[in-house]
């Protein structure tokens, strides 16, 4: 009997009619004949009425009761969408993350699975249930109740797809699939039947907000198959692969994807000794301030230029960060600038194709669009240009990797 | 060190403002060097919601999922008021049901609580903390949520103070205490300062719906002293005690009820027979009505008449039942009216006062009170009269039994 895993996230079971129309999904796979597992978030905003109460009892409340508050959110969807299985014949079993268990540890807000014990789920399952499982919260070893952090639901599907060894692990989202762009921008992007969760992670890191990273390195490293597929309409998806199939001729690049929420910090003028790196990179780690790209670029006048990309919403920070920093470090100047975006062409094909670099460099400077930074890695290259070419140079590359055409 | 536990409904913690205000309450108790563990129950009306888009969802869910759905309310609660006992310097832990654990039967929405262990709360209370415990809801033997029904949280707070052998269990309401009569019908209705648990059980059975009968019945059991206040304004309120204090002179009669919620059926010229009672009442009990106050009346002709009460509500669904029964036993008829109060004079101090019933009746008939049944136990006389005199039977008996002096 195949065993398949399926998730809803909160927009999916917003309100009763649409938790209506997920009981209507997961019932025609009952009728193919799979096990089915459902995982959902809270519904649609309900938990935001939740969060503005406890700022104003306590703007600095515990983390311990935050996840209690928050939990309460897809213990609601869990009962209402059983209900609704119930209501068409279909037996169902709900299961908070203490109830099935999910134990993680004690990070209350971004807590890790530790142990997922399968036999309820399976007894369940035997015995012809659907199990809905609260997606995004579990219990730690002292019955605490926890909550996973950002994207925490797909990641409880993916971990209970590998702790009931599932056939499939399906992300039902409000797209249809992984494209080769965002189809807002590029109206002839291409849905990807197949995707190796390499590349995955790559769209994924690059703000193609599909899918969490952190799920999708829990699949690739338990092996488990993700779908992607729309809650809203039938379709096959793109399947997320662990294996990449060389049988097939590869594509050189299977996506172009567009990230606009970095900014750049460029370091002029630094003297460029042992150590350098480590003082600034150091201050901006340890105020836990994300760096991405980096780019060093060393003068004949032993003098460096240092420019790194931040998230923008931090960008104010870390330039007040490091200003006494650089100061102290005999640096000319720092500044900030929040105008750029980063374009990235993504493709497990890299690794058997040449040129890529020089036909993506092509494209842009045919647009008369200006390279700012640049960052290769095996199966990807970034640049930052200015945000005001952002949709310009994604058009651009797709059309010069042919992504439109099948 | 003295452990009190106290309870506060739902209008006591509707909003951020009242739980804020419970929060301080709870602060008072701790200065005043008491080891504080507090039951709350779901905010004012807000599983209300939930409860319509599951009967939108399926008018018939299972009731382990309306469980799943209803505990949510009460998880919320504990949450926030941990939060607002944090924000004034007090540490606080919540606790669900399960994870205290309060273990029940597995009767969903109506579940008996087995066992209580109060390991972890101690271990709170000895670390300065204070424990919030959601009421209402347990966890069966199999780890499903379960909740305890009507009352829950009262039960749940007795119970709680039981097993921690706490020295007294505060039950915070909008009422500042349990009165000799409703004050709203009787402008000098006085305070009780005490009131025996056998006397609380027939002012709880008769309306004055301070306190579930299920929670005065499991304090008597564990001798939980109990203290009935208002959440919104101080005062000593009303301490519900197991033990008669002999050194004080009883007054005859302690309080005064009154209950519109009855009806009352007649059956007329029934043959006197063996088995008739059981036929009608076996047939009631059957469908799970409650009937209260029976009285027969042997007539010399053979024929015997029947009147009793029923819950309002269910007056036309028990003529329903018993109207072919009654017609197969070969009685006259059948009739229900709804148009009657049932009025009682309640106190433990009627065991050694003599009397008591002729004052009532004398009091009634001086004010034209027609008397239509009279029952009577160990420490209460109840009398049904029509309902448009509920009120003046009230103060007549609260003046002729002297209630209004201290």
Same mark, same amino acid.
């Given at each position: 009997m195949t065993t398949v895993v399926c998730k809803f996230g909160g927009t999916s079971v917003a309100d009763v009619e649409r938790i209506n129309a997920v009981a209507e999904t997961l019932m025609k796979h009952r009728a193919d004949g799979e096990d089915v597992v459902v995982v959902v978030s809270a519904m649609g905003k309900s938990t935001d009425a939740l969060v503005e109460m406890a700022a104003e009892i306590n703007p600095k409340g515990s983390a311990r009761e935050s996840d209690v508050l928050l939990s309460t959110g897809e213990q609601i969807t869990i009962a209402l969408l059983s209900m609704a299985l119930e209501q068409r014949g279909q037996p169902a079993r709900s299961?908070?993350?203490?109830?099935?268990?999910?134990?993680?540890?004690?990070?209350?807000?971004? *807590?890790?699975?530790?142990?997922?014990?399968? &036999?309820?789920? @399976?007894?369940?399952? %035997?015995?012809?249930? $659907?199990?809905? #499982?609260a997606g995004f919260q579990g219990v730690d070893e002292q019955g605490n109740i926890t909550t996973l952090?950002?994207?925490?639901?797909?990641?409880?599907?993916? *971990?209970?797809?590998?702790?009931?060894?599932? &056939?499939?692990? @399906?992300?039902?989202? %409000?797209?249809?699939? $992984?494209?080769? #762009?965002d189809p807002r921008i590029v109206p002839d992007a291409r849905r990807l039947d197949r995707i190796t969760v390499e590349e995955m992670l790559e769209f994924a890191s690059l703000g193609a907000k599909v899918l969490m990273t952190r799920s999708v390195e829990f699949a690739g490293r338990y092996q488990i198959p993700i779908r992607v597929l729309s809650s809203f309409e039938p379709g096959p998806g793109t399947l997320i692969t662990f294996e990449e199939d060389d049988t097939v001729e590869q594509p050189s690049v299977s996506g172009i994807t567009h990230d606009l929420d970095d900014a750049k910090i460029t370091i002029r003028a630094v003297p460029d000794k042992t150590g350098i790196a480590h003082?600034?990179?150091g201050a901006v780690s340890d105020a836990d301030f994300n760096v991405d790209m980096i780019v060093q670029?060393?003068?004949?006048?032993?003098?460096?230029?240092?420019?790194?990309?931040?998230?923008?919403?931090?960008?104010?920070?870390?330039?007040?960060?490091?200003?006494?920093?650089i100061s102290e470090l005999g640096a000319a100047s720092i500044s900030g600038d929040e105008h750029i975006a980063k374009i990235s062409a993504v493709g497990v094909g890299m690794r058997s194709h040449t040129g890529i670099a020089a036909t993506m460099f092509e494209a842009l400077s045919a647009e008369n669009i200006n390279i700012q930074m640049i960052s290769t890695s095996e199966i990807k290259i970034s640049v930052v240009v200015e945000d005001k070419y952002a949709e310009l140079a994604v058009r651009a590359l797709h059309r010069a990797f042919r992504l439109d055409e099948a």
């Open positions: 299961y908070t993350g203490a109830q099935i268990p999910i134990v993680t540890d004690s990070r209350h807000g971004s *807590a890790r699975i530790k142990d997922i014990n399968p &036999d309820k789920m @399976r007894a369940d399952l %035997d015995a012809g249930r $659907v199990v809905v #499982a952090g950002r994207g925490g639901s797909d990641t409880t599907a993916v *971990a209970l797809a590998a702790a009931l060894k599932a &056939d499939e692990c @399906r992300i039902y989202t %409000d797209v249809d699939g $992984v494209y080769t #762009a003082a600034i990179f670029n060393i003068g004949d006048d032993g003098m460096t230029d240092l420019t790194f990309t931040v998230r923008r919403a931090e960008m104010e920070a870390t330039l007040a960060l490091l200003e006494p920093i």
